[in-house]
């Protein structure tokens, strides 16, 4: 139902990660990303989700450069 204008030949999109702690990512049959963290849900156009893993990898990388700055996030740094 994200993308009215195409077709939904599956009524659920396919899980194609889950992370117990985290939430989930599933492909609609229109091609719509679904991100589901949280409780909430993140429909995301193919191309704006293959640029998530760049950018959650930069802010993971800039989050640790910060932990080790940061005495209340030190731990994350190891
Ligand atoms: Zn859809």
């Known amino acids: 139902m994200c993308m009215p204008a195409r077709n939904h ?3 659920e999109p396919a899980v194609l990660s889950e992370c117990p702690s985290l939430g989930s ?3 609609c049959t229109c091609g719509t990303m679904h991100v589901s963290v ?3 849900t993140l429909r995301l ?3 704006a989700f293959g640029e998530m893993p760049r950018m959650c ?3 993971a990388d800039r989050m ?3 932990a ?3 005495p209340g996030t030190a ?3 190891n």
Do not use: D, I, Y
Request: proline fraction near 8%; aromatic fraction near 0%; charged fraction near 10%.
């Open 9 to 11: 030949t599956q009524p």
């Open 25 to 27: 990512v599933a492909m």
């Open 38 to 40: 949280g409780g909430v």
């Open 45 to 47: 156009a193919p191309e």
């Open 57 to 59: 990898q930069q802010a």
């Open 64 to 66: 640790m450069l910060s």
């Open 68 to 70: 080790e700055m940061t």
């Open 75 to 77: 731990r994350l740094a």
